[in-house]
C-alpha cells in the first residue's frame, strides 16, 4: 500500500501540472471504488479550478475555488496517470483541464477511494475527525508523544501505527524508524523515556524526508504520476531485509506483530 512518502510524492507531481488549471472535463468511469463515489462528482468539478494541492496522512487533497475538496485514497494499488498515451481498462476517474492535459486515476484492484467535501467539513470528515498530527509538523515532538504514549502497554511499533496518535505512518517506515533510533519494536510504549522519544521523533522525520526526496518506495504497482519509479526501496535498513546484515553488524529478523511483518535487529534495537 502507498504510505505517507508516496502520497506526497503523488501531490507533488500532481501540483505541478494541475495547480491554477481549471477543470474541463471530469469523468467518472465507475460509480465506485472501495465505496461508492459521490454522485454529484461529474457536476461539482466540471469548471472548477484548482486553488491547491496538499495532503492530510495517507489522503491526497485537490482543492477548488468552489469550495469543495477532492480527497483521494490510492488504496492497494493506486495511482496518477499524468498525460497517458490511452485510457485503459483501470483508468476509473479521468480529469481534462482547459489548458489540454489529461489526468487518470488508475486502480486495478479498487482498494482506493475518492470523496468530495466542503472545505469548512474538512476537519470533520470521518477519517480525519481523530488523527493526530502529522510526523513531519512541528506539533509532533518528543512532549507530545511522551504524552500520547503514557500509560499504552502495546508494543511501540503498533502504537505508531495507531493514526489517533500519529496520522499517516505505515509498516515500512515505521519499522526504518525504529532501527534507526535503536529502539525495539517489541517495547512497551510506556516504557520509552522522553529522552529516547526524542530521538524517535527525529528519526521519523530523517526517515520520511529522505523517503520523500526519493520518490517513495516502490511496491508492486505504485509508480509516481510521471511512470518514474521511486528508489528509497533501494536505501532501506531493516524492511524486506530478513536474514541480511544491519549495519551495526547483527542479522536483521522478521516477527509479526497483529498480522504485520516487522523488520527489526535485535543487536542494536533495545
Not at 472501495?34 to 484548482?50: F, I, S, Y
Not at 469543495?68 to 490510492?74: E, G, K, M, Y
Not at 485503459?88 to 476517474?93: A, L, M, P, S
Not at 551495526?248 to 542494536?268: D, L, M, N
Amino acid at each position: 500500500m502507498p504510505e505517507l512518502p508516496e502520497v506526497e510524492t503523488t501531490v507533488r507531481g500532481l501540483e505541478a501540472v494541475l495547480d491554477g488549471e481549471t477543470l474541463a472535463e471530469v469523468t467518472p468511469r465507475r460509480a465506485d471504488l472501495r465505496w461508492p463515489m459521490p454522485p454529484d462528482l461529474r457536476q461539482r468539478l466540471t469548471g472548477a479550478t484548482v486553488t491547491s494541492l496538499s495532503r492530510r496522512a495517507k489522503y491526497g487533497l485537490i482543492a477548488t475555488d468552489r469550495g469543495d475538496v477532492l480527497i483521494f485514497h490510492l488504496g492497494m494499488s493506486g495511482k496518477w496517470r499524468i498525460a497517458p498515451d490511452e485510457i485503459g481498462k483501470h483508468d476509473h476517474f479521468v480529469l481534462r483541464t482547459e489548458s489540454g492535459m489529461t489526468l487518470a486515476l488508475n486502480d486495478p484492484r479498487r482498494f482506493g477511494s475518492l470523496d468530495l467535501v466542503q472545505v469548512d467539513a474538512l476537519d470533520s470528515f470521518p477519517a480525519f475527525a481523530k488523527m493526530g498530527p502529522e510526523p513531519l509538523g512541528d506539533d509532533f515532538n518528543a512532549a507530545y508523544l511522551h504524552g500520547a504514549l503514557a500509560g499504552r502497554t502495546s508494543p511501540i511499533k503498533l502504537s505508531l501505527l495507531n493514526q489517533r496518535i500519529v496520522a499517516g505512518l505505515g509498516n515500512i517506515y515505521v519499522c526504518e524508524a525504529l532501527n534507526m533510533a535503536g529502539i525495539s519494536p517489541k517495547r512497551k510504549a510506556r516504557n520509552i523515556s522522553k529522552a529516547r522519544l526524542a530521538g524517535l521523533v527525529d528519526a521519523i522525520k530523517q526517515v520520511l524526508a529522505q523517503a520523500i526526496k526519493a520518490g517513495g518506495s516502490s511496491l508492486r504497482d505504485y509508480a509516481k504520476p510521471d511512470g518514474e519509479l521511486g528508489y528509497f526501496a533501494k536505501e532501506w535498513r531493516v524492511y524486506g531485509r530478513e536474514g541480511e546484515k544491519c549495519h551495526c553488524g547483527g542479522a536483521v529478523q522478521r516477527i509479526t506483530q497483529s498480522g504485520r511483518s516487522t523488520f527489526w535487529c535485535e543487536a542494536c534495537q533495545r
